[in-house]
């Protein structure tokens, strides 16, 4: 348990999401930093990913006069961490998030200020609501937000709120956007019938936007069918956006992060694989017969794997041929346990990878520890058996209002492993371990406090690359779960214990307040939020129906009820009551009948003591009920009762000591009431009288008191005749002794000293009331009198009745506008008359809300606060560096890279023996913070790590910067160098680019360094100098691990295919291409022949480009063109093969060909270099590098890539691969 003081990195919010559901389109995004954003109803929360932990939950202000509509789409605006600590004010930026909902607006969020910082499209047509949202990077300081409305329209807007570009689709019905990794300012846009936009931004006006349209062949015939059994409902989807159309038709791609210009295509019963370049499908995939539609597409950041979500919520894994863009399944793993599931099962609605996982994972790959991975305290670890491959991190969402954390680990069997060989990643040499061998670590050399314990991890640091793909297999594990609230809320109960209230077992200890509110779901399950931490600490399932009432029996047991009506002629009901106990679990049904009653129940009323109970019906008698062990009925009151409420705990006396101080903690609460002892008799027991007001439906109005067994009438002083009101309805009631407060049907509000008989009335001007609940009052309150009100309208409004004029006082409903209240109640944790008052509400949008009211003593009224009380505690710490206000962000980042003792991580937590990753050592505050760096920075003054670490000092006590997986990783990086501590620091804050710079720049740099060692002996040609011996002293100055082979590093498509954003060796980019090649030979068409050619002259296969050219027919327009270009490239060959080509070329050219001719002839000449420039002109700079590497040495090859590199800074705006590339011919 963490400290009950509020953490520094902890931002508190007072309201609870609803269950997602199909109306908000699965629309969930997980940022890099490891932030999940999803929708529920008309908000969107956000949840730590590691911890699984609710962060806030933001609700979208509504429309002018109407309801807040469903929010439909979110997605966080990629921006990194701001390096401005000269600005005024602390800067949110990296934490935007665009929100868009179902009436076609379009927000942008401040997660920090939770508050909508513009409108991009404020208007709202339900018609036009937003499908989808993706940001596009137009230049280096501006950012661009797509978006789908409607069926058909895409939009671009600006983020000062310019809308500067729209496209009609016509009768296409576009689904999802998705940007290309590879290029900040490309995406596209699929729709449902296999219709393709691509679309490059170039800048912010619609000049700078290009397209191009593309078809992809699909079987769309199931979507007719739909349509016309939507236009059969009464529902047109003829301008509604797909999801909200055909909510289980789903089209989703996504840009392999592996091979640029490749999409993977899903339709329901399909898999594509798209390539842009050629504008037509390598291959097609269809779903094996027993397996659901799809519902998504992931590919795998670090393998050649795609996971492919289903909409029966499972999980299928699929594997890329060798030597083709073909996929086969793997296997199918499930996502929605069937255990424990509630029946009908709850329906999948997102699945998400974690790219922040999968760039820690590359870390480890690239800088694996020296440890040894066997972990002798498991006996069901046996490290000969398989060996980890990789693990990858799944966040799924489903409509039951549970998130889930999911781990998939790869594993191959030993035997395929001993003969693979290690991945060179450029590193060193590392000797890798046999399967079964234990490596000894030498321990002498490191600070004790650098030793670490042995863990699970490190079996993924041997490299697969020789391993058969078929020999993996997967495993699937449940690691996490956050449950939210469950289902739409129906009722509300909160604790309201007297001070004379006991356990319902016997005795007179008094029962705790806990800060817990039972709430009843129409799914049939309670859900108990303790408050102190906004979130669900129970949640059972105790009806088939619509929960329809419930109460509490003291502070751990509730009492429930449904019903439901049979089908027989008789017509009647099955009333269900039951009693759940919070310590058990157990749920208890009584009064059990054996055949149906003419009535239902219509509500419950329990005493403070939850001793007795009331069960009212529809036109019958009353029943009262002794709540003990075994309930038992006293008897029944056949009265016309229209409204019974039992009086409330009294009000303590300013000579009286209030209640005492209850922790805040719902676990401590319920403990000491369970623990306490029964000291009481029965007869003790029979002295304690609780009474309830009533009112019958005649106006008359009354009070009984119950003590043991026996209903007594109260005599009450009763009110004057004109009390009664005119149409004799009472509809609402509260009572705590000495006054009773009763509302009508015609808005009226009256109150009543049942001990003087003095009353009071006036009218609210408002619809029927539903409810009045009295606020807590404590000892020194200035008034004992504040109501809150719940009107027929779902609206409410705070009353003072102790005012001279309580509606001029009053405080209406400006804090949740657009949000219709169904059940409300306070919160009774009040023990000081300086605690704020807190109402418990339940929305329509099944949203669970805490608003604060504070009392305004100079004005005699109530002012509504947007923020409630803050939560004491966590249950664990919270594990997002990303929330930290940005000074101690970028504190905690520099700390980082300069190099912490893994121990300084260690807090003083009584736990600490237990963590699954154990690091030795224990930071003390007392000792110089500085001994915790491993080296003090050689520049600049050495006071500056310590007033980093004392600024970090409070969070680092709270234990909440990194989790325990982490720190060990820093453990094992800490000592590799400053590119790995740098690249684990921008993993840290979701910076995925700069981390994979960082793990390039060791093999940039010894590119370079091999390049110049290569160069030396021709610079060195003086007669006076002893070659030999330089030969010999120029390596030795580089160290030994710095010089791998060219063809040391291979490229392992199963661990480094990250690192391919960053490829620019020269033989990576030629390997990559050649790997290309087979995927175009069976496709036909004159385009794709050109583009055949192209890509094979770039490789240099002269043989087969001219192969290719001279088997085109002599009626083709491209005939003489491609004859040309036969005869210009068998020149450059051989003579044998220019006579082949002259052979075939009867003709001269007498056409123009398309761009390329040029570069191809330059080719045939000899002219590399202005090749090269006409391919950059023409913005083929991938395929100009790639011909520079294949023909061009020294300058020239220089000048290609000097050129391609501004170009990567100045228009793709990617700092760190223009590093790289730059770094590769020795400028910077």
């Known amino acids: 348990m963490a400290a009950s003081k509020p953490s520094p990195t902890d931002t508190w919010d007072s309201t609870l999401p609803g269950p997602p559901s199909r109306n908000n389109f699965g629309s969930a995004d997980l940022s890099p930093s490891g932030l999940f954003a999803f929708a529920s109803g008309s908000s969107v929360s956000v949840v730590d990913s590691r911890s699984l932990q609710l962060v806030s939950t933001i609700p979208l202000p509504p429309p002018p006069g109407a309801l807040s509509p469903f929010v439909t789409s979110v997605r966080w605006i990629p921006l990194p961490l701001p390096r401005d600590l000269l600005s005024t004010e602390p800067s949110a930026s990296h934490l935007l998030l665009a929100v868009a909902d179902r009436h076609g607006r379009v927000a942008l969020v401040d997660f920090h200020l939770r508050s909508v910082v513009v409108w991009l499209n404020p208007s709202s047509d339900p018609k036009l609501g937003i499908q989808d949202l993706c940001w596009v990077q137009a230049r280096h300081d501006s950012h661009v937000l797509a978006a789908i409305s409607g069926s058909s329209f895409l939009s671009l807007y600006t983020t000062s709120g310019g809308l500067f570009w729209k496209y009609d689709a016509g009768t296409e019905i576009l689904s999802c956007l998705r940007r290309d990794p590879y290029d900040s300012r490309h995406f596209c846009v699929l729709g449902l019938k296999g219709f393709l936009l691509s679309v490059k931004v170039l800048g912010d006006s619609e000049n700078d936007v290009v397209i191009q349209e593309m078809q992809i062949k699909t079987d769309f015939s199931e979507l007719p069918r739909l349509e016309r059994e939507a236009a059969s409902n009464g529902n047109s989807s003829s301008s509604s956006p797909a999801s909200a159309a055909f909510p289980l038709y789903f089209a989703r791609f996504a840009f392999s992060p592996h091979w640029k210009n490749i ?415 029964s000291v009481g008799s029965d007869g003790s027991q ?75 009335a006036f009218n609210s001007h408002r619809d029927g009331i539903r409810r009045i609940k009295f606020s807590p009052v404590v000892a020194g309150d200035r008034s004992r009198g504040r109501v809150a009100v719940l009107f027929n309208d779902n609206t409410f409004s705070v009353f003072d009745l102790d005012s001279p004029d309580p509606l001029a006082q009053s405080l209406l409903q400006p804090q949740i506008p657009g949000t219709l209240v169904l059940e409300l109640d306070w919160l009774p944790l009040r023990t000081d008359k300086n605690d704020p008052l807190v109402l418990c509400i339940a929305g329509a949008d099944s949203t669970f809300r805490l608003v604060e009211v504070t009392v305004n003593e100079k004005k005699a009224g109530f002012v509504p606060q947007s923020k409630s009380v803050k939560e004491r505690f966590r249950p664990m710490p919270m594990y997002s560096p990303i929330l930290l206000p940005v000074p101690h962000a970028l504190a905690l980042r520099m700390i980082l890279q300069l190099g912490v003792k893994p121990s300084w991580f260690n807090t003083s937590s009584t736990t600490l023996e237990k963590r699954p990753h154990l690091i030795r050592g224990m930071a003390s505050s007392s000792k110089d913070l500085r001994s915790y760096m491993i080296q003090l920075p050689p520049l600049g003054d050495p006071v500056v790590p310590e007033m980093l670490l004392k600024i970090l000092e409070p969070y680092r006590k709270e234990g909440c910067l990194l989790d325990d997986e982490r720190a060990k990783l820093y453990a094992d ?28 720049l060791p093999q940039a740099i010894r590119h370079l360094m091999n390049k110049l060692t290569r160069r030396s002996p021709q610079k060195i040609s003086s007669p006076t100098l002893d070659s030999g011996a330089d030969e010999v002293a120029m390596p030795s100055k580089i160290p030994s691990t710095g010089l791998s082979s060219p063809e040391a590093r291979k490229i392992d498509s199963m661990c480094d295919g990250s690192l391919r954003l960053m490829a620019f060796e020269r033989e990576e980019l030629r390997t990559r291409a050649n790997e290309r090649l087979p995927w175009h030979e069976k496709l036909d068409g004159e385009d794709c022949i050109q583009k055949q050619v192209h890509e094979l002259i770039s490789v240099g296969n002269l043989e087969a480009a001219v192969s290719l050219l001279l088997s085109s027919a002599p009626d083709s327009p491209y005939f003489y063109p491609n004859a040309l270009r036969a005869v210009a490239l068998a020149s450059a060959v051989s003579k044998s093969l220019l006579d ?60 290609v890539l000097q050129r391609w590199a501004d170009h990567v800074l100045h228009a793709e705006h990617n700092v760190w691969r223009y590093f790289i590339i730059m770094l590769t011919f020795n400028t910077v």
């Open 686 to 760: 029979e002295e304690t009288v609780e009474s309830f007001a009533f009112a019958l439906v005649n106006g008359a109005l009354g009070v009984f008191e119950v003590q043991g067994r026996r209903i007594r009438d109260f005599r009450p002083k009763w009110p004057s005749t004109s009390f009664v009101p005119s149409d004799g309805l009472v509809t609402a009631m509260a009572y705590r002794l000495p006054h009773v407060v009763m509302g009508d049907r015609s808005g009226n509000i009256r109150w009543w000293d049942v001990t003087t008989g003095q009353s009071s």
């Open 263 to 677: 999409l993977f295509v899903t339709f329901p019963r399909e898999l594509l694989v798209f390539d842009l370049q050629y504008e037509t499908p390598l291959s097609t995939t269809p779903l094996p017969r027993g397996c659901a539609k799809f519902l998504d597409i992931l590919p795998d950041p670090n393998k050649e794997l795609l996971y492919c979500g289903h909409v029966d919520g499972r999980l299928s894994i699929w594997r890329r041929k060798e030597g083709e863009q073909v996929h086969v399944m793997c296997t199918m793993e499930e996502f929605m346990p069937s255990i424990g599931m509630s029946i009908p099962s709850p329906s999948a609605l997102a699945v998400l990878l974690s790219h922040s996982d999968s760039t820690m994972q590359t870390i480890t790959k690239i800088h694996p520890d020296g440890t040894s991975s066997i972990d002798f305290d498991n006996p069901f670890d046996f490290y000969d058996e398989s060996l980890l491959v990789s693990k990858t991190t799944f966040i799924s969402l489903s409509d039951d209002g549970k998130i889930w954390k999911w781990v998939l680990s790869a594993e191959g069997v030993e035997d395929a492993l001993k003969n693979a060989s290690d991945l060179d990643m450029g590193i060193g040499a590392t000797e890798a371990a046999l399967p079964g061998a234990i490596q000894e670590n030498d321990s002498s050399s490191l600070d004790d406090e650098l030793v670490v314990a042995p863990t699970n991890r490190s079996r993924g640091h041997t490299s697969g690359s020789s391993m058969e793909k078929s020999d993996l297999s997967f495993k699937i594990s449940l690691t996490g779960q956050l449950q939210l609230l469950s289902s739409t809320v129906s009722t509300l109960a909160v604790p309201s214990p007297s001070l004379t209230a006991t356990l319902a077992r016997g005795g007179n200890i008094p029962a705790a307040a806990v800060p817990l509110v039972a709430l009843g779901t129409q799914s049939g399950t309670i859900d108990v939020v303790d408050v102190s931490t906004n979130a669900v600490a129970a949640s059972t399932s105790v009806h088939t129906g619509v929960v329809r009432g419930l109460r509490w029996l003291g502070n751990s047991r509730l009492v429930s009820f449904s019903y439901s009506q049979v089908n027989d002629k008789s017509r009647g009901y099955i009333n269900r009551l039951v009693v759940t106990c919070l310590r058990s679990g157990l749920n208890k049904p009584f009064r059990d009948l054996q055949k149906p009653e003419r009535t239902p129940i219509r509500a419950l009323r329990t005493s403070s003591s939850g001793r007795y109970l009331l069960i009212l019906f529809r036109d019958a008698p009353v029943e009262v009920w002794a709540m003990t062990k075994h309930p038992v009925m006293l008897r029944s009151l056949a009265l016309p009762f229209t409204v019974v409420e039992w009086t409330l705990p009294a009000v303590p006396r300013p000579g009286q000591g209030g209640p005492s101080k209850q922790s805040l903690s719902a676990s401590e609460g319920v403990t000491a009431s369970g623990d306490s002892s």
């Open 973 to 1000: 990086v800490v000592k590799k160098g400053y590119a790995a501590r740098f690249a684990f620091a921008a993993s840290v804050f979701g910076e995925t680019s700069e981390a994979l710079f960082w793990l390039q």
């Open 1140 to 1199: 082949l080509a002259l052979k075939v070329v009867a003709a001269n050219m007498v056409r123009t060909d398309n761009s390329l001719t040029g570069t191809h002839l330059l080719c045939a000449v000899g002219r590399h270099q202005e090749a090269c420039s006409q391919l950059q002109d023409s913005g083929r700079w991938t395929d100009a590098a790639t011909l520079a590497a294949t023909h061009l040495e020294g300058s020239d090859y220089a000048r």
